[in-house]
T-cell receptor, first 114, second 115 residues
Framework: AQSVAQPEDQVNVAEGNPLTVKCTYS??????LFWYVQYPNRGLQFLLK??????LVKGSYGFEAEFNKSQTSFHLKKPSALVSDSALYFC????????????FGAGTQVVVTP | NAGVTQTPKFQVLKTGQSMTLQCAQD?????MSWYRQDPGMGLRLIHY???????DQGEVPNGYNVSRSTTEDFPLRLLSAAPSQTSVYFC??????????????FGQGTRLTVV
């Protein structure tokens, strides 16, 4: 069965420290990979995507993600976390021929403390 | 730019009632989708559409209907509401075949409670 796993329900980090949110996937082919962020009572906002090419992808608000094909992982990172980064983060996968169909992980709550 | 607009933002239904959740996008996107968000389960795809007149089922379609008569609108109908349909519903849209512009844009969500 195809799946997207975010192994941590919550990640706690102190402001200024590096932040990592993990994602692994089990989807056939070479899917497109995405990260979204959701602030309380809001919709999802797109952060970044991996389509092809360089394994390190840079996105919005200082976030980046590293694609590792052999480990089928797409971890989200930020070198120095801010309190305002506290939110719910979702990893999502789309097969190349599955137009409009995203498969999401369960989400990881990030809490950044001052 | 309005993006993806969902109405209503909140709704309380009684078991057995029907209603339509509205979704409209002004970005001329071909693809539109409906997801439901439940705690600990991420977002799950209900129905999706790859263009006007074309719809298909997602992962959890039971109890829901959709239609796509125009590019802009993609309403979601609950036929006979059940408590299990209590959830937050998100509509999303995305461009067509260009993989470099394939990310989805989401509405603000509709929080539905069925009592």
């Amino acid at each position: 069965a195809q799946s997207v796993a975010q192994p941590e329900d919550q990640v706690n980090v102190a402001e200024g420290n590096p932040l990592t949110v993990k994602c692994t996937y089990s989807v056939s082919g070479n899917p497109y990979l995405f990260w979204y962020v959701q602030y309380p009572n809001r919709g999802l906002q797109f952060l970044l995507k991996y389509i092809t090419g360089d394994n390190l992808v840079k996105g919005s608000y200082g976030f980046e993600a590293e694609f590792n094909k052999s480990q089928t992982s797409f971890h989200l990172k930020k070198p120095s976390a801010l309190v305002s980064d506290s939110a719910l983060y979702f990893c999502a996968v789309r097969k190349k021929d599955s137009w409009g169909k995203l498969q999401f992980g369960a989400g990881t709550q990030v809490v950044v403390t001052p | 730019n309005a993006g993806v607009t969902q109405t209503p933002k909140f709704q309380v239904l009684k078991t057995g009632q029907s209603m339509t959740l509205q979704c409209a996008q002004d970005m001329n996107h071909e693809y539109m989708s409906w997801y439901r968000q439940d705690p600990g389960m991420g977002l799950r795809l209900i129905h999706y559409s790859v263009g006007a007149g074309i719809t298909d089922q997602g992962e959890v379609p039971n109890g829901y209907n959709v239609s796509r008569s125009t590019t802009e609108d993609f309403p979601l109908r609950l036929l006979s509401a059940a408590p299990s349909q209590t959830s937050v519903y998100f509509c999303a849209s995305s461009r067509g075949a260009d993989p470099m512009n394939t990310e989805a844009f989401f509405g603000q969500g509709t929080r539905l409670t069925v009592v």
